[in-house]
């Protein structure tokens, strides 16, 4: 994603479960947008593609559940598609 490009996304789909992607998380007041992937041992992995973001491992209490978003990540949806506009 680059600056500029419009992400669009899947707002229905706002739990991780067991899938890896990208998805667009809500973290105190900011939106991101990062690749998701579960390691074996259950542990949730945000990455970025900018180099510069490090990797982040998190746990599933890290997560906001409905009703329950006090200082929690919470995911707004899935990544569907990322349109690029040409000047």
Known sequence: VNPGDFVIYDPGCRSLG????????????????RRVCRTLRGQIVLSCDNQHVPDETLADEDFAEE?????????????????????
């Open 18 to 33: 067991m899938t890896s992607g990208v998805f667009v998380l809500s973290v105190v007041g900011s939106v991101l947008v």
């Open 67 to 87: 009703g329950d978003e006090q200082g929690k990540i919470r995911v707004l949806g899935k990544v569907v598609g990322i349109l690029t506009l040409q000047h």
